[in-house]
Protein backbone atom coordinates (compact mmCIF):
# COMPACT_ATOMS: atom_id res chain seq x y z
CA UNK A 1 0.00 0.00 0.00
CA UNK A 2 0.98 3.98 -0.21
CA UNK A 3 3.31 4.31 2.99
CA UNK A 4 0.97 2.92 5.62
CA UNK A 5 3.93 1.64 7.60
CA UNK A 6 5.83 4.86 8.21
CA UNK A 7 2.75 6.83 8.29
CA UNK A 8 0.97 4.61 10.75
CA UNK A 9 3.92 4.55 13.32
CA UNK A 10 2.75 5.67 17.06
CA UNK A 11 4.30 7.84 18.69
CA UNK A 12 4.46 7.53 22.55
CA UNK A 13 3.03 10.27 24.82
CA UNK A 14 1.64 10.32 28.61
CA UNK A 15 -1.77 8.44 27.87
CA UNK A 16 -0.10 5.49 25.63
CA UNK A 17 0.69 5.08 21.98
CA UNK A 18 -1.10 7.60 19.49
CA UNK A 19 -1.67 6.83 16.07
CA UNK A 20 -1.39 8.81 13.23
CA UNK A 21 -3.93 9.25 10.34
CA UNK A 22 -3.25 9.70 6.68
CA UNK A 23 -5.46 11.47 4.56
CA UNK A 24 -6.60 8.47 2.61
CA UNK A 25 -7.83 6.60 5.91
CA UNK A 26 -10.10 9.81 6.75
CA UNK A 27 -11.51 9.68 3.09
CA UNK A 28 -11.78 6.19 3.42
CA UNK A 29 -13.49 6.80 6.82
CA UNK A 30 -16.47 9.26 5.77
CA UNK A 31 -16.87 7.71 3.13
CA UNK A 32 -17.92 4.13 4.66
CA UNK A 33 -20.00 6.16 7.42
CA UNK A 34 -21.67 8.04 4.18
CA UNK A 35 -22.40 4.64 3.11
CA UNK A 36 -24.01 3.19 6.41
CA UNK A 37 -26.00 6.26 6.48
CA UNK A 38 -27.71 6.07 3.17
CA UNK A 39 -27.95 2.30 3.61
CA UNK A 40 -30.58 3.30 6.95
CA UNK A 41 -29.40 -0.15 8.81
CA UNK A 42 -27.84 1.65 11.37
CA UNK A 43 -29.68 4.71 11.80
CA UNK A 44 -31.74 5.98 14.33
CA UNK A 45 -32.58 9.62 13.95
CA UNK A 46 -29.23 11.06 12.17
CA UNK A 47 -27.58 9.16 15.05
CA UNK A 48 -25.64 5.68 14.56
CA UNK A 49 -26.57 2.50 16.17
CA UNK A 50 -24.27 1.21 18.74
CA UNK A 51 -23.10 -1.34 17.03
CA UNK A 52 -21.67 0.60 13.69
CA UNK A 53 -18.41 1.14 15.21
CA UNK A 54 -17.75 -2.91 14.13
CA UNK A 55 -19.55 -2.34 10.96
CA UNK A 56 -17.30 0.10 10.02
CA UNK A 57 -13.97 -2.16 11.32
CA UNK A 58 -15.03 -4.45 8.38
CA UNK A 59 -15.81 -1.98 5.95
CA UNK A 60 -12.50 0.11 6.40
CA UNK A 61 -10.52 -3.77 6.46
CA UNK A 62 -11.99 -4.08 2.89
CA UNK A 63 -11.28 -0.84 1.50
CA UNK A 64 -7.49 -0.75 3.76
CA UNK A 65 -6.77 -4.16 4.25
CA UNK A 66 -3.55 -3.65 5.86
CA UNK A 67 -4.17 -0.60 8.45
CA UNK A 68 -5.89 -2.79 10.73
CA UNK A 69 -7.96 0.08 11.96
CA UNK A 70 -9.69 -1.36 15.42
CA UNK A 71 -13.77 -0.37 16.52
CA UNK A 72 -11.95 0.39 19.66
CA UNK A 73 -10.08 2.88 20.35
CA UNK A 74 -8.91 3.96 16.57
CA UNK A 75 -12.29 3.97 15.03
CA UNK A 76 -13.89 6.02 17.56
CA UNK A 77 -10.88 8.20 18.61
CA UNK A 78 -11.26 9.90 15.13
CA UNK A 79 -15.15 10.09 15.00
CA UNK A 80 -14.78 11.77 18.13
CA UNK A 81 -12.41 13.87 16.61
CA UNK A 82 -14.22 14.82 13.55
CA UNK A 83 -17.28 15.31 15.57
CA UNK A 84 -15.12 18.33 17.39
CA UNK A 85 -13.54 19.63 14.30
CA UNK A 86 -17.12 19.95 12.72
CA UNK A 87 -18.58 21.82 15.83
CA UNK A 88 -15.43 24.01 15.51
CA UNK A 89 -15.99 24.78 11.88
CA UNK A 90 -19.94 24.82 12.08
CA UNK A 91 -19.55 27.42 14.61
CA UNK A 92 -17.44 29.44 12.11
CA UNK A 93 -20.34 29.79 9.70
CA UNK A 94 -22.71 30.10 11.38
CA UNK A 95 -21.22 33.05 13.37
CA UNK A 96 -21.31 31.52 16.82
CA UNK A 97 -18.50 32.15 18.79
CA UNK A 98 -16.69 29.30 21.45
Known amino acids: MLGFSQSSV ?7 SKRKWVLEEDVALVSCMVDLHNVGTFNIDTRFKASYLNELEKML ?5 HTMLKAKPNLESMIRTLKRDWAIFYDMLSGKKQ
Do not use: A, D
Open 61 to 65: EKVLP
Open 10 to 16: SSQNSRG
